[in-house]
DNA sequence: CTTTGTTTGTCCAGTGGATGAACAAAGAAT
DNA sequence: ATTCTTTGTTCATCCACTGGACAAACAAAG
């Protein structure tokens, strides 16, 4: 099987020698379009806000600003509300961020299920929409991916840029130019999404890994820290990092694939080949592999953690127990994830969450007791709150990022 | 014990709140030194080059190259050679990045020595000097420190810019403002070194983790590719992570404790409180634990990698046979570096390198068979060639770029 | 109600840097 | 000897930011 999948990535190889970057000059226009974009940044951030203020803040001559300010009015990105309070002068003018100047689509395929969501471009969730399913085939799950795309373009309000892009996260590995080259829990192998779906809807696309998206969408919406590790327990394990403030993607966007690290190194043999994989000990795999004990051997593989949550909450001890050995393993994984990058917040999504409850404690406690006792200084470990919607978030945050960078490079 | 380091990190505790980074603006400043650092650049990576050829490259405007090489000119940064061929037109003017403007020190301390170098602003070594010693007070190394530095200063030729900076590297824990917080093998507990030495010498002073020199040392002096893990090995295991072409230190500049990874649910604990770390059967300490079965017990123990090393060169199986565990120990770990950061280069440096011979083919088997399939398309896994020279090089470098990033941001 | 001082936002001349075109110098090709 | 190329400089022009002047709007004090 390994060697299938060589194959077909091997198959994959582009010439990314054509992206010869073209060293980036300075001129006038850099400068402007630096301004302009700070201006709208505060704006954003720092809402409400008037002109003289956000000279102040940014250092700006109050000259500029109200050229900048007056662009970015004609552009319809942002707003005048109306007089402030004064302060002892003349009221200001309130500017406020126009976040529903546009939209942005965000698509969680899971391995069951598909869910969506509008957002605009502040990433307030405008509208929702899943689906689940079982099985199907690429096709069919391309024709599902449509109608919820449909769907919700079809509900959006109308609005002066519309919908500035679509992000598609999924449970695989995707390469930087939107292809999914593997997606074993969903049989995809090799397959251009984001070509398949550009050509239909006329809009930007990308195509994420769903630790990553996850990440992203966490940094975006969650404590904004600069170093975050957010760790994807479902079936397999995805980490998706964000490092100096940037999601770090490697060098052929396969980072993360920590699930597949080794922890026992005499322990058992992994579908990937490997010994003793994270992924065995700490992720539902641990679970299903222990399902005939509980006499779940007939489940549905996709079922069986809510069938062992419901016995837990039953009171039953040997679940529970299962439940804290793999909370201790979620330690010893962490632990090398903390002794690595050094995060500021490590966050734990994904399926596994539905079992906090029972493995929260031992993993904190293996954590606290075992990693490096400096690197707990400024660390936080949390469960997602973000729920369900990390995912989907973190996608539509990349696309909306994406068309503000479009809009700052013009 | 752990106790202890914990009060000594947290006393550490400085209040970062006061670097609110003001918001960069920019005008017709920025824009000037842009340009003038990307003129400079040029002719740094392309030399010898003419004004027409490094507007041609650019994009720059002829009379925009025109200005600015003047300037570089009046600065001393580059120097005009002379007329060279012409291709059917006028001569052109070959410019040169003049290295000899400037230089730099760099300090490698090791935990029985020091190595120092200088360093012209290229990186060509100009002078070394080192020496060695064993166990030694903090006050007796700064001394030994000192004299090294004195006499590099005193070697190097007068020039416009003199000593620009001096960079160490240290087996520790660092912090952003130059203290070492922990270095176990040196009995070093926060020492605010940058201040010690800054206090004697009139110029910038660096103090970096000795593996994450060693990593920019590889990234300025060797492929120049943009994601590169250096695995230091010697008595521990650092790790130094260049990830989008810059070093990742981490939250607190702890990244990179790798060593204390846990590659054996259930093995043997580790000074630090954790089990099965990597360290123990990947690093020196294998070895050292090992020592009374070769007939070593009375070895001094940074002795004992050499004293082996000597036993599998005259034959000793069992010693190879040694090297060979260790080599498969550090593939181990090696997998989970890769699986994590889809590095396009790792590159393993320090004291293990002497037994290169025996561990290398072990390691790239493992690697070879354990590691997911795709992350091996792009990944070369090499031994460090700058042997030695490794971290002082990286730390002289560190010195050289934080010289060129004043003058950039003048 | 009037006066005073403050705050907000606009306007405009001035500054600095990039640009394009013209130009001179120097050399190759015919 | 003539023509075409290439190189590097010079200069008028353009463009964005800057600082200061200014008017409008307002609060507070008398």
């Known amino acids: 099987m390994n060697k299938e999948y060589y194959a077909i990535l091997q198959k994959n190889e582009e010439s990314d020698e054509s992206t010869m970057l073209q060293n980036k000059i300075w001129n006038q226009n850099t400068i402007k379009n630096g301004n302009k974009t700070l201006v709208l940044e505060t704006i954003m951030n720092h ?18 600003v109200s050229s900048q300010v007056s ?44 869910f969506g969501i509008l957002t605009d471009l502040k990433g307030n969730i405008c509208q929702e929409k899943s689906l689940t399913f079982n099985k199907l085939s690429f096709d069919e799950i391309k024709e599902k991916l449509f109608e919820i795309v449909d769907c919700l373009i079809t509900s959006a309000p109308s609005s002066t840029y519309g919908i500035v892009g679509i992000g598609i996260g999924v449970p695989g590995a995707t390469n930087k130019n939107g292809k999914v080259l593997l997606a074993p829990n969903l049989g995809w192998q090799n397959i ?11 809009c930007p696309v990308i195509i994420e890994n769903e630790a990553n998206a996850g990440a992203y969408g966490e940094k975006k919406f969650g404590t904004g ?29 396969f980072s ?19 010994d003793g994989c994270w992924e065995l000990y700490a992720s539902e795999q641990a679970l299903i592999n222990k399902a005939d004990q ?20 039953d009171g039953d001890q040997e679940a529970i127990n299962l439940f804290k050995t793999i909370g201790d393993y979620m330690g010893v ?47 936080e470990i949390n469960f997602s709150e973000l729920s369900g919607y990390t995912t989907a978030l973190g996608v539509a945050a990349f696309s909306t990022e994406n068309f503000f960078k479009i809009y700052k490079e013009r």
Chains 1, 2 share one sequence.
Not at 228 to 253: A, K, P, T, W
Not at 294 to 313: K, P, S, Y
Not at 344 to 364: D, M, S
């Open 47 to 64: 809402s409400p806000i008037s002109r003289a203020s956000i000279a102040d803040k940014t250092g700006l001559n109050k000259g500029t």
């Open 294 to 313: 509980f006499g779940l051997e007939m489940a549905d593989e996709n079922d069986i953690l809510q069938e062992m949550v419901g016995m837990a909450e």
């Open 71 to 114: 662009e970015l009015l004609d552009e319809d990105l942002i707003y005048e509300q109306g007089p402030g309070k004064s302060s002892g002068g003349r009221k200001p003018v309130i500017l406020l961020f126009n976040e529903v100047a546009g939209y942005s689509i965000g698509i969680d395929i899971g391995v069951n299920y598909i």
């Open 225 to 253: 820290v600069d170093d975050i590790i957010y760790v994807s327990i479902g079936v397999g394990i995805g980490v998706g990092l964000i490092l100096n403030g940037d999601l770090y993607q490697g060098n052929d966007g």
């Open 256 to 274: 993360g694939e920590m699930g597949h690290m080794t922890i026992q190194a005499d322990g058992k043999t992994c579908r990937c080949g490997n």
């Open 333 to 379: 994984g962490l632990i090398n994830i903390i002794n690595s990058f050094n995060p500021q917040q490590v966050i734990i999504g994904n399926r596994i969450t539905a079992a906090k409850k029972w493995v929260e404690q031992p993993l904190l406690e293996k954590v606290n007791k075992n990693a490096l006792w400096f690197q707990q200084n400024h660390l």
């Open 192 to 202: 251009d999404l984001k070509t398949i779906v550009e050509n239909r809807y006329d």
